[in-house]
């Protein structure tokens, strides 16, 4: 399962139950804050898979080495 599927689960259950998310992260996790840490998390792995991307691009490797592999 993906970290933003989950998300997307709890907001659809949300959307048709009429509670808040903090509510059902209470109820479930007795965490109200989850969500909120939760998409913060997200946004650091996107800026980390960005950043190594850079380097990536930014290094590409030797065409010997590619030969090599």
Known sequence: MSYENIL???EAYCALSGLK???ICVRALNDSRYVAR???RL???DA???KIRQYIAA???AKEKRDAA
């Open 21 to 23: 998310p903090s509510t």
């Open 43 to 45: 946004a650091a792995l």
């Open 8 to 10: 997307n689960e709890l």
């Open 38 to 40: 939760h998409k913060k």
């Open 59 to 61: 290094n590409p490797v």
């Open 48 to 50: 980390d898979a960005e």
